[in-house]
T-cell receptor
Framework: EAQVTQNPRYLITVTGKKLTVTCSQN?????MSWYRQDPGLGLRQIYY???????DKGDVPEGYKVSRKEKRNFPLILESPSPNQTSLYFC?????????????FGPGTRLTVL | DAKTTQPNSMESNEEEPVHLPCNHS???????IHWYRQLPSQGPEYVIH???SNVNNRMASLAIAEDRKSSTLILHRATLRDAAVYYC?????????????FGTGTRLTIIP
């Protein structure tokens, strides 16, 4: 089944404790992206990647890092999480070569930073 | 990004058609109109997109006004599973960032 998976789905952590949220897609998509969703603010893009080893900042990159060493994986790294990073996070991917406009989203990761 | 305006909420009876409006008066000639929906506790899901002509797929139809300043997503026969937040999004057809700019969307409630 074509899908985007995220792990963990739920995470409660404390300020300053480094964490990684993994994202993986099995559709050989070139493009991958991370969003955060907050009440009243909608979904905002954090980082995106057009292909392996190519990443760039979105609208709200502060406090986050990403890497794209393999085509299928796009982990989101919080080196020193803070309470304002408590949010619902979504990973997305899209096939750039095939011409489809559809973006596929993962199920989300709910992060709470105490 | 050009702005879209949608009603905050709508209700519809089960098994009846639903028309979800979207205004985008500042749309540019290269903006595609996309619709996504977000079911409760899930990630957004692609519904349909179009540029100028009306579009149909297995999920819905998209009716685009002749001047492209508005569009309507049509669910032909609503089911309880269609209860979700529906987002109308404009996206420039470039070859750069594929960012989707989500607004607050329309929360659709289906009445059994």
């Amino acid at each position: 089944e074509a899908q985007v998976t995220q792990n963990p789905r739920y995470l409660i952590t404390v300020t300053g404790k480094k964490l990684t949220v993994t994202c993986s897609q099995n559709m050989n998509h070139e493009y991958m992206s991370w969003y955060r969703q907050d009440p009243g603010l909608g979904l905002r893009q954090i980082y995106y990647s057009m292909n392996v080893e190519v990443t760039d900042k979105g609208d709200v990159p502060e406090g986050y890092k990403v890497s794209r060493k393999e085509k299928r994986n796009f982990p989101l790294i919080l080196e020193s999480p803070s309470p304002n990073q408590t949010s619902l996070y979504f990973c997305a991917s899209r096939d750039l070569a095939g011409g489809s406009n559809e973006q596929f989203f993962g199920p989300g990761t709910r992060l709470t930073v105490l | 990004d050009a702005k879209t305006t949608q009603p905050n909420s709508m209700e519809s009876n089960e098994e009846e058609p639903v028309h979800l409006p979207c205004n985008h008066s500042t749309i540019s000639g290269t903006d595609y109109i996309h619709w996504y929906r977000q079911l409760p506790s899930q990630g957004p899901e692609y519904v349909i997109h179009g540029l100028t002509s009306n579009v149909n797929n297995r999920m819905a139809s998209l009716a685009i006004a002749e001047d492209r300043k508005s569009s309507t997503l049509i669910l032909h026969r609503a089911t309880l599973r269609d209860a979700a937040v529906y987002y109308c999004i404009l996206r420039w057809a470039n070859f750069g960032n594929e960012k989707l700019t989500f607004g607050t969307g329309t929360r659709l409630t289906i009445i059994p």
